[in-house]
């Protein structure tokens, strides 16, 4: 455990308490609308996010012990998302709140727990392209980044509608350049 860990753990638990935030004052008409900018409603979407601590942070802790990555493609990232929204369509406020606070408190612990070692440790993540990032990168732009891409389209009443939702991209822009450090 280092005191450099405490900042993203804080940083995650921000995050992780907004959306959980969210859904707990969300109406039930709410939870059922398709959101803009997602091809699945807004309970989806939450549970999409809850259901993904444990697959984004798994990587951060295989990189972070030098253990090999699982080779992951845009197209198998979408295709899981996907399958997610087909399984998980008639998903409750309730399990996606379980689930949650469950895993949420898993992630920021176990980010809290991280060496200044494990976050400086280097590799390569092909779905982030050929440059080397480190752990510490990982865990600010995917674990904690992928809660604050949706949250917006789940808080927003603006962002909701009943139409066809607009398709995604191939991959979040606000990512950035910055790599490695």
């Not at 176990?110 to 480190?134: C, M, N, R, W, Y």
């Amino acid at each position: 455990m280092s005191e450099r860990a405490q900042a993203p753990a804080d940083k995650f638990e921000d995050a992780h308490n907004e959306i959980v935030t969210t859904v707990e004052e969300m109406s039930e008409d709410r939870w059922k609308a398709m959101c803009a900018g997602e091809e699945r409603t807004v309970g989806v979407v939450a549970h999409h996010v809850a259901s993904s601590y444990a697959s984004t942070f798994g990587i951060a802790q295989l990189a972070a012990s030098g253990q090999p990555l699982p080779t992951v493609s845009w197209d198998m990232i979408h295709d899981m998302n996907a399958k997610h929204a087909s399984e998980n369509s008639t998903c409750t406020k309730a399990e996606t709140l379980a689930l949650m606070r469950g895993e949420g408190e898993r992630v920021r612990s176990g980010i809290a727990e991280l060496s200044d070692g494990q976050l400086d440790q280097k590799f390569v993540l092909p779905a982030f392209g050929p440059d080397e990032i480190t752990v510490e990168f990982l865990i600010n732009m995917l674990v904690i980044g992928h809660v604050g891409m949706h949250v917006p389209s789940i808080q927003a009443p603006a962002a909701c509608v009943r139409s066809a939702p607009v398709p995604r991209p191939a991959a979040p822009s606000q990512w950035g350049s910055q790599r490695s450090t």
